[in-house]
């Protein structure tokens, strides 16, 4: 495919990760990573029971062929957490 170029694609990827000093913690960190997204499979029959995403805050607006919704207090939440994460693994 003409679409597709490795070395532009790359020179992005790095460009966003230029904050990590060498290969050694790119690795860590796409491993950590694929242990995030495994575990989160593994662990979705539980997770889908959590109430994200129904909280009070969130806007639902529902009409005959028309469905808004826009989670402000769970995406609130989600960005505390991830922040506390970031921050304890920083520490």
Known sequence: MAFFNKNLLIKIVMC???DFKGKRNLQRTLIIIGIIILLA???WPWLIKLPIGKLPGDIIIDKPNF???IPITTMIIISLLIT???WLFRK
């Open 16 to 18: 966003f990760l230029k």
């Open 41 to 43: 499979g593994l662990l």
């Open 67 to 69: 469905k808004l919704y």
């Open 84 to 86: 506390l994460i970031l």
